[in-house]
């Protein structure tokens, strides 16, 4: 049975764990694209040369030619201008979503069939660019985001508690920035809720925590994260491509769903072979509710601020 083909738009620090994980994993064979000369060419080949160490087999090329990208069946993008320190996500507003025209249009030429994962920042705008501009079935077009979001409130609680991050579970929905919602009623130990093993206070602080993480990596490491975000973007590619039927928490478009209409947002949905398969509505406290409306509401200001750099619908 041929290989899947797998093409990463942005060979950056993101753009190269994907790579790695992609063979490591044998997901298929990888297509890693950049503008930049050498940089997906050298990165290609230094994986390459760790195959026979690893013993993967898988076919892994750097270009600068979107040609390559040709017949895609899973695109996931991170092309753009990272984070700096003292930016926010919507500082890179302008210049990301003229990225993501490009991008979009050449996935829309020579990958028509793909599963289309975005992680480029501001999350919730430039998903909604890729979808606009390729004009793809919004279950073959998703945002990396909430995976991540969870995945950082599991570790907040975890540490904090001192066990396995194995034993928690734990979603934050709503947009990838600082108003996005971790859902306390949701989160578990062991099954126990999280709200009878930390005080309110202290569970406050780690929530706050949890919606400033990516800016404290910033911080530290003056660019964006880039390991967990990889993670993230390759567990919804497994969904797809092995048909898990895995319920995700992604930036999915809502059309009437938790009372949104026609905006990405981040929920659980269910990825399968079929990709955004389902969104699964989950019942929210009140509290949780008008925090979600108020991160919908941001995620709309979000993209109407993006309209003057994207093509008209």
Do not use: W
């Not at 530290?220 to 590619?237: D, G, R, V, W």
């Not at 898990?244 to 809502?254: D, E, G, I, N």
Request: proline share 4%; aromatic share 6%.
């Amino acid at each position: 049975m041929a290989r899947k083909k797998i093409a990463l738009i942005g060979a950056g620090m993101i753009g190269g764990t994907l790579a790695h994980l992609c063979a490591s994993k044998g997901l298929g064979d990888v297509v890693l694209f950049d503008v930049i000369e050498g940089l997906p060419q050298g990165k290609a080949l230094d994986l390459l040369e760790a195959g026979p160490i690893e013993g993967f087999d898988a076919s892994i090329v750097g270009t600068n030619k979107y040609d390559d990208i040709q017949g895609a069946d899973v695109c996931i993008v991170t092309a753009g201008l990272p984070r700096k320190p003292g930016m926010s996500r919507d500082d890179l507003l302008s210049v990301n979503t003229k990225i993501m025209n490009d991008v979009a249009t050449n996935i829309r030429n020579r990958a028509p069939n793909a599963f289309v994962i975005v992680i480029t920042n501001p999350l919730d705008a430039m998903v909604t660019a890729m979808k606009r501009i390729t004009g793809f079935p919004k279950q073959r077009v998703v945002g990396q985001a909430g995976i991540l979001d969870s995945s950082r409130y599991r570790t907040f609680v975890a540490m904090e508690l001192g066990v396995s991050v194995q034993s928690v579970s734990a979603m934050v929905l709503g947009g990838h920035g600082d108003d996005m919602v971790p859902v306390r009623s949701y989160c578990q130990v062991g099954g126990v809720p999280v709200a009878k093993l930390i005080p309110a206070a202290r569970l406050d602080a780690i929530e706050a925590r949890v919606r400033q993480a990516g800016g404290e990596i910033v911080n530290l490491l003056k660019t964006s994260a880039f390991y967990s975000p990889a993670h993230a973007a390759i567990q919804m590619a497994e969904a797809y491509l092995y048909d898990r039927k895995q319920v995700l928490p992604c930036a999915a478009l809502l059309e009437g769903e938790y009372g949104v209409n026609g905006f990405y947002v981040g929920v659980p949905v269910i990825i399968g072979g079929g990709g955004v398969e389902r969104v699964v509505e989950i019942e929210l406290t009140a509290v949780e509710r008008q925090a979600l409306d108020v991160s919908v509401s941001h995620v709309r200001e979000l993209v109407e601020a993006a309209q003057k750099f994207l093509p008209t619908a």
